[in-house]
């Protein structure tokens, strides 16, 4: 069965600083999606990933599928603390996905 | 415009017990799916719902079984509550088609 493991686990950051969390999955990829949670929420849609060499970017966060559909990362750049929370990476299509355990992100003023 | 709405928000069942989630998908989607999320894990696929029909279902046994309505709203039911399914219930909702699954704010239940 298809796992997905993220990296890291958890990651505090300056305010300011940029960052990057990973996602590896152990089969290729359909579809890639990056949503973010906060403690105890539903997940918000950030961008999906399809193609093999995709490269998505919105406000500050950028988001990168390899060649092979099997990695991907997402960069966020001039963090602030409106990005803190919880990024979980998830793979699959037609609504059954599977998700990492996620990267919890916090920010120092 | 209403996105996801679940309800009820927090519960607390006893063990053996039986629970009901509910939850209304984003006006103008039709097909409905469900997770369980354990804290500090990722959310896990329990099943998805399209024309009233269980059309997808994950690893968990038969005691978590579901329903769909005409005006596509959806229900989770868990029968015989053991400790161990006290986590976040996602309820997610996307059009026929389309791959963007949209997330409520979930259901937290406790079993005691």
């Known amino acids: 069965s298809q796992e997905l493991e993220q990296s890291p686990q958890s990651l505090i950051v300056q305010e300011g600083k940029n960052l990057t969390i990973n996602c590896t999955s152990s089969?290729?990829?359909?579809?890639l999606y990056w949503y973010k949670q906060k403690y105890g929420e539903g997940l918000i849609f950030l961008m999906m990933?399809?193609?093999?060499?995709e490269e998505k970017s919105h406000e500050k966060i950028t988001a990168k599928l390899d060649e092979k559909k099997q990695q991907s990362s997402l960069h966020i750049t001039a963090s602030q603390p409106s990005h803190a929370g919880i990024y979980l990476c998830?793979?699959?299509?037609?609504?059954?996905?599977?998700f990492g355990k996620g990267t919890k992100l916090s920010v120092k003023p | 415009d209403a996105g996801v709405t679940q309800s009820p928000t927090h519960l607390i069942k006893t063990r053996g017990q039986q629970v009901t989630l509910r939850c209304s998908p984003k006006?103008?989607?039709?097909?409905v799916s469900w997770y369980q999320q354990a804290l500090g894990q990722g959310p896990q696929f329990i099943f998805q719902?399209?024309?009233?029909?269980?059309?997808q279902r994950g690893n968990f046994p038969d005691r978590f079984s579901g329903h769909q309505f005409p005006n596509y709203s959806s229900e989770l039911n868990v029968n015989a509550l053991l400790l161990g399914d006290s986590a976040l219930y996602l309820c997610?909702?996307?059009?026929?088609?389309?791959?963007?699954?949209?997330f409520g704010a979930g259901s937290r239940l406790t079993v005691l």
């Open positions: 997610a909702s996307q059009s026929s088609g389309a791959n963007v699954l949209t």
């Open positions: 006006s103008g989607h039709d097909t």
């Open positions: 990933l399809q193609k093999g060499g």
């Open positions: 998830g793979g699959g299509s037609q609504g059954n996905l599977i």
């Open positions: 719902y399209y024309e009233e029909e269980e059309r």
């Open positions: 089969k290729t990829l359909y579809g």
